[in-house]
Nanobody
Framework: QVQLVESGGGLVQAGGSLRLSCAAS????????MGWYRQAPGKQRVLVAG???????TYANSVKGRFTISRDNAKNTVYLQMNGLKPEDTAVYYC?????????WGQGTQVTVSS
């Protein structure tokens, strides 16, 4: 069982920045892949960014060049630095961990970008 606790969401104006954090209850060295997903009202949950244990990065086209995912194994934490935020980035952001053949999810954190 892996527990994930997100923090860092909030309200920001377009063009602003936020950093999301996701703290895992186990060592991130034991987690194959961690990522951030988002779900806007009335839409499906989609991948925003992912990072493997080996450090391979994946980004949705819509956030490339603006968002950066990173992990601090010493703190068992994954971050999502979001710069140049746009109103269309407004969503609930969820942390995900894939470990031991199972998907685990955080409770979600709201990000709202005003125009």
């Amino acid at each position: 069982q892996v527990q994930l606790v997100e923090s860092g969401g909030g309200l920001v104006q377009a063009g602003g920045s936020l950093r999301l954090s996701c703290a895992a209850s186990i060592s991130t060295l034991n987690i194959n892949t961690m990522g951030w997903y988002r779900q806007a009202p009335g839409k499906q949950r989609v991948l925003v960014a992912g990072i493997t244990r080996a450090g391979t990065l994946t980004y949705a086209n819509s956030v490339k060049g603006r968002f950066t995912i990173s992990r601090d194994n010493a703190k068992n934490t994954v971050y999502l630095q979001m710069n140049g935020l746009k109103p269309e980035d407004t969503a609930v952001y969820y942390c995900n961990a894939f470990s031991f053949g199972h998907d685990y999810w955080g409770q979600g954190t709201q990000v709202t970008v005003s125009s």
